[in-house]
């Protein structure tokens, strides 16, 4: 029989999930989970809730013995943390939603949910209101994941939908992003990829159980786009869409990248619109599936905090299973995949260390060229960061993989 506890909890933070939690806890009763105390920052700030609840002062929740359940949802990473492992470490269980957090520290908290046999749950971190990280750990225990992309940022899909569908402009888009509560504070973070990036090293824990230094994943994010990207795309039938991949490609190496990518009409990604997000996992047994859902927002990330508060009831804890499988895959950046490349005619780019070069293109304005590159050579690149260039990865059309398939061949024969 599962336990039906009682939850107290102790609350850090008060922001756009803070505060939305707390409503919707309001009106969940039959949770039987209250909220005894809030700890803000900023006490001048006007709150709607009752002022007894708050406090500046972080040990008024950390050392309260009633509290048994403590749900983090501030912004900063080095507090976050601090509160965090101060609380495993008195076994006190945790919701987060701190991405950014968790994919710095991983194996630390790791070790801190083992040593101190608590219970550390983050659904809302990845992929907003869609149940991944339990999927990735329930569902898929036993079967083999070949492979896992999708778009996890809400806003970098807010903005490229706005863009391309309403021609807005891309400033007005990522204004709109923030003032919805999608952006992170700092949305530097979400047009740039890293939040994408720490997202999926998340993932790749739980999907694979490898441990990545989430600064290593090669990624690319949306700030490099040029608006004749847009026009190649339109005429080719492409949206664009900041994808994150994760693909296992040998018993032993996993390869994961995080770039703009051309998405064609046959794929599921192909009209997630606005601050939705979707992911395909392809599985040995399951084939692909795909999962979608609203990625961020108060309402679809309080919905995942909810459902951890109330996984805590009976004592939900992740299993790391696939961490402990024997199984040890080594990131690698030996992979072929095939891009489009942007640039002025001023600043023609080195192309030698393409694979092959498909196509060619030249005015006298807007350069491309579409080819095969391996990852690590285009992480390497000159003109990789160079932010008057963008880059574009082609997704997984069958064709290209096959003839992906080739080179690799042809290089180890040669
Ligand atoms: N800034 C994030 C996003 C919030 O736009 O997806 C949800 O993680």
Known sequence: MTQNKELTIGLFGFGVV????????????????????????HPEKLRDAPAEL???NRNDILFDSTINVIVELIDDADAAFEIVSSALKQKIAVVSANKKMIAKHLAELLT????????????????GSIPIIRNLEEYYDNDLLNSFSGIVNGSTNYILTKINEEGLDYNKALLQAQELGFAESNPALDVEGIDAVNKLTIVLKHAYGVTV???????????????????????????????????????????????????????????????YNGVLIGSKLADEQFLYGKGAGRYPTSSAVLSDIAALRYDYRYEYKKTFTGLTYNLTKDYLIRVFVSFNQK???????????????????????????KI?????????????????????????????KKLEHELVEE
Do not use: M
């Open 347 to 373: 600043d023609n780019i080195d192309t030698s260390s393409f694979v092959e070069i498909e196509e060619t293109y030249k005015s006298s304005k807007r350069n491309y060229i579409v080819g095969i590159i």
């Open 112 to 127: 801190l949910q083992q040593e101190n046999n608590v219970s550390f749950l983050y659904e809302a971190a990845v992929g």
């Open 18 to 41: 803070g505060e939305g939690i707390y409503k919707v806890l309001q009106q969940t009763p039959t949770l039987k989970a209250k909220i005894k105390k809030i700890c803000i920052k």
């Open 376 to 404: 690590s050579d285009l992480e390497n690149a000159n003109w990789f960061n160079n932010k008057d260039v963008s880059t574009i990865a082609f997704s997984t059309e069958v064709e290209n993989q096959l003839k992906i």
């Open 213 to 275: 230094n989430a600064e290593t994943i090669t990624h690319k994010g949306i700030t490099f786009l040029h608006s004749d990207d847009a026009k190649y795309a339109a005429e080719k039938g492409y949206n664009i869409k900041l994808v994150a991949n994760a693909k296992r490609i040998s018993d032993d190496k996993i390869v994961a990248f995080v770039l703009p990518s051309f998405v064609d009409s046959t794929s599921q990604l192909f009209n997630i619109r606005n601050e």
């Open 54 to 56: 708050f406090t500046t």
